[in-house]
């Protein structure tokens, strides 16, 4: 990493830090900018072990550890057994750059997709000890892990601190693990800090002139009015809506998880764990910012059965299809949720989000309500067939159609009876008549003979739709 590029995140960036970690960074930082020589390891350390690739290295299906190294083919994990989980340690203050050979998030997300791409690896776990660092390249960084999650599982781990941008790195993993009720998470908050050295420069007989071009009548101006103690500016226009983009990020990674709490206290008012505040890891389950207490072995562990469950595989691939895209927060909010906690409000909301995003033919059911119709299935096993139904059905709908038809053809009948059988007028519908007014009807006995009108009659009702009863 240039000099000039880490002074200047150290000078003027905004930073993502727990305040203790950035007190105890603040003698070296000064001395760096002295221009003195400065060493972020073990001076003692070996050229090989301050090698950036001396950050990551595999565990076999087998239990046994493989040193990454960069192969004659560029493939980082050439060496690594199929079904090994890559290791990458996150120490110490995070840059976007690579410095003095610790790991910088570029050269990070680079290893994640090398990860990714190779067909040896089958999880990564991040190992994180670290109070955070800068905002430049840490929501990239994040980005990237969740992208590889939505095809390899990626775990977190923390044995020590996790806070700040390495809580922002650590929520877009699936699963976040602490090693000991001791270890320290959150920080949860986006903070600038920088010094004001005028007076110091008075001292030494230096005076600092700085012009601003007519049209640039805001350059810099939210960091000159900082330094006179006007601190509006600069909150209103870089430290809260990069805040709120942190905030965002994490309710989304922890969606489902999460558990927000309004503290009023006169005229503040917090939501916690949102504020800024750290939490031990029991706490910080409760409130969940992590998942579990456990061993890095233990999470080797978890991380192997996880990748070669056939059962977890095939589901994985399914949520892999779909989150891929990046638009199932909900969906991907269910990973490592406890079995019989995921809630049918859980399941409709990402239904919802599957409709929004046009996916055809994919729908979302609870096991619960998966079993109920199985079961329901299986008591009408044998009963009723598929065609059969479908046989029942039309003849149904046949029989509605026809009988609204008959209806409207008795009801018409009815009508003309009535008509017809009504009060007599000036000539007689009724009675006994001869010769050609009479009309023989066959249906009664041959010797009995009716008037046109009582024929007529007699007709509709021969011709009248019987009804079923």
Same mark, same amino acid.
């Given at each position: ?13 905004? $930073?993502? /830090? ?13 001395? !760096? ?23 990551? #290295? ?18 980082? #994990? ?7 989980? /890559? ?11 690579? @410095? ?56 977190? !781990?923390?044995? +020590? ?5 390495? @809580? ?35 001292? #030494? ?25 006007? @601190? ?16 965002l990020v994490v309710r989304e990674n922890r969606d489902g998880r999460l558990v927000e709490t309004s503290v009023k206290e +006169? ?11 750290? @939490? ?7 409130? +969940? ?17 996880? %990748? ?25 909010? $269910? ?6 906690? %995921?809630?049918?409000?859980d399941v409709e909301g990402i239904n919802e989000q599957i409709a929004a995003a046009n996916v055809p033919d994919v729908t ?100 009248? %739709?019987?009804?079923?009863?």
């Amino acid at each position: 990493m240039k000099i000039n590029r880490l002074a200047s995140v150290i000078m003027r960036g905004t $930073l993502l /830090m727990d305040p203790r970690f950035a007190v105890g960074m603040m003698p070296m930082a000064a001395r !760096f900018l002295n221009g003195e020589k400065v060493s972020f390891f073990d001076d003692d350390a070996s050229d090989e072990a301050k090698d950036p690739i001396a950050n990551t #290295y595999c565990i076999s299906p087998e239990g046994n550890l493989v040193a990454s190294k960069r192969s004659d083919s560029g493939n980082l #994990y050439q060496d690594a057994p199929v079904g090994s989980i /890559m290791i990458i340690n996150i120490e110490g203050t995070i840059f976007k750059d690579d @410095y003095c050979g610790a790991p910088g998030t570029d050269t990070m997300s680079q290893w994640v997709k090398e990860a990714v791409y190779s067909d040896n690896i089958a999880a990564v776990i991040l190992k994180i000890n670290s109070g955070g660092g800068s905002v430049e390249g840490t929501g990239e960084f994040a980005q990237t892990v969740k992208w590889a999650d939505a095809i390899k599982p990626m775990i977190a !781990f923390t044995d +020590g601190l996790c806070a700040s941008a390495a @809580y922002w790195i650590a929520s877009a993993c699936r699963m976040i693990f602490a090693s000991y009720l001791t270890v320290e998470i959150g920080s949860i908050g986006t903070a600038i800090k920088f010094i004001d050295n005028r007076e110091a420069m008075k001292m #030494y007989g230096y005076k600092e002139i700085y012009i601003n071009a007519d049209p640039s009548v805001d350059k810099n101006q939210d960091y000159y009015k900082a330094l006179d103690g006007d @601190y509006g500016p600069i909150k209103v226009q870089i430290l809260n809506p990069t805040n709120d983009v942190f905030l965002l990020v994490v309710r989304e990674n922890r969606d489902g998880r999460l558990v927000e709490t309004s503290v009023k206290e +006169g005229d503040i008012t917090r939501i916690e764990p949102l504020s800024g505040k750290v @939490y031990l890891a029991k706490k910080a389950i409760e409130i +969940g910012l992590i998942d579990e207490i456990s061993d890095f072995d233990s999470v080797c562990q978890y991380t192997m059965d996880l %990748v070669q469950a056939p059962s977890t595989s095939k589901s994985q691939k399914t949520i892999n299809m779909l989150n891929v895209f990046g638009k199932f927060s909900k969906l991907n909010a $269910l990973a490592g949720k406890a079995a019989g906690s %995921v809630t049918a409000a859980d399941v409709e909301g990402i239904n919802e989000q599957i409709a929004a995003a046009n996916v055809p033919d994919v729908t979302l059911v609870l096991d619960s309500e998966l079993q109920g119709l199985q079961e329901k299935a299986a008591a009408t096993e044998g009963s009723v067939s598929a065609a059969d139904h479908k046989i029942a059905t039309d003849k149904i709908t046949k029989l509605e159609a026809d009988l609204k038809i008959e209806k409207t053809a008795k009801e018409a009948a009815e009508q003309k009876v009535a008509d017809l059988s009504g009060e007599p007028a000036d000539e007689p519908t009724g009675g006994k008549k001869t010769g050609s007014d009479t009309i023989p009807c066959t249906s009664i006995e041959e010797d009995i003979f009716y008037s046109e009108a009582d024929a007529e009659f007699a007709q509709i009702l021969a011709n009248q %739709v019987q009804l079923p009863k």
